[in-house]
């Protein structure tokens, strides 16, 4: 699967030079550095994790961070403020206010609980190591709570303490308060889940990263392609 990944997308890259589907303008398909044995070594050990084997093996051989969905894969471990990924990334060369200053450029937008989980990437990394207990999904279309209440207050932090915060690493955002998580413990570990920060609801999209990816690089190569085809026959990229 490593090899077809690398082969759709040198293709997709190479068929949509004006970047025009979603997020391509950040990393206009570009990969951060493959990372070495050692460098994952390092991550786990700071982080007190293993890493899923499909990730692994897409740090090893394909890249860490940038083309992807969403906006991009978000790079993990010790990198520069401003990673190939064009997202937030953790670096543990980061001091604290190089961490802030990063978060604040990258998640403008984004809600308060959002910021309280990637700060506490910092306080406590330990988070990614508890874990993530969650098997079916979790949706709340409405909870009907005013936010100033108390009793929000409390559900929130539940929901923090329960699956939000712990045992995930954010790789991917989509915008609107929507991201996706690789699951780094307990029973769902190694597969991706999306994360809706609104309304504390999180979904297994059912497949490990590498298939996920694939999935990404399937749709946007079928997308490019139609767009490309309306231009030529109509002149323009879009409906």
């Known amino acids: 699967m490593i090899k077809e990944i690398i082969e759709k997308l040198d293709e997709l890259r190479s068929l949509d030079k004006y970047c025009l589907l979603f997020g391509a303008d950040r990393h206009q398909y570009h990969l951060g550095e493959k990372l070495t044995e050692e460098n994952i070594v390092c991550i786990e050990d700071h982080f007190k994790i293993s890493l899923p084997l499909h990730y692994r093996e897409f740090l090893l051989n394909v890249g860490n961070g940038g083309a992807g969905p969403g906006f991009g894969i978000n790079a993990i471990g010790n990198l520069e403020v401003g990673s190939a990924s064009g997202c937030s990334c953790y670096s543990s060369s980061m001091t604290k206010d190089d961490w802030m200053k990063h978060l604040e450029l990258h998640a403008k937008g984004f809600s308060e609980k959002y910021h309280r989980y990637a700060s506490s990437c910092w306080e406590e990394p330990c988070n990614f190591s508890k874990e993530f207990k969650l098997v079916d999904n979790i949706v709340h279309e409405d909870e009907n709570i005013p936010e100033e209440d108390e009793e929000y207050t409390k559900w929130e932090k539940k929901a923090e303490e329960e699956y939000l915060l712990v045992g995930n690493y954010r790789i ?64 323009s990229f879009w409906p």
């Not at 996706?180 to 570990?189: R, W």
């Not at 999180?202 to 690089?217: P, R």
């Not at 749709?219 to 231009?231: K, P, Q």
Request: with cysteine; proline share 2%.
């Open 172 to 235: 991917a955002g989509y915008g609107c308060n929507q991201t996706a998580s690789l699951i780094l413990t307990g029973p769902s570990k190694g597969l991706v889940w999306y994360t809706d920060w609104e309304t504390n609801s999180m979904y297994n999209s059912e497949h490990d990263f590498i298939q996920w990816y694939l999935n990404w690089l399937n749709y946007s190569l079928n997308d490019v392609e139609e767009r490309y085809v309306r231009f030529e026959r109509e002149g």
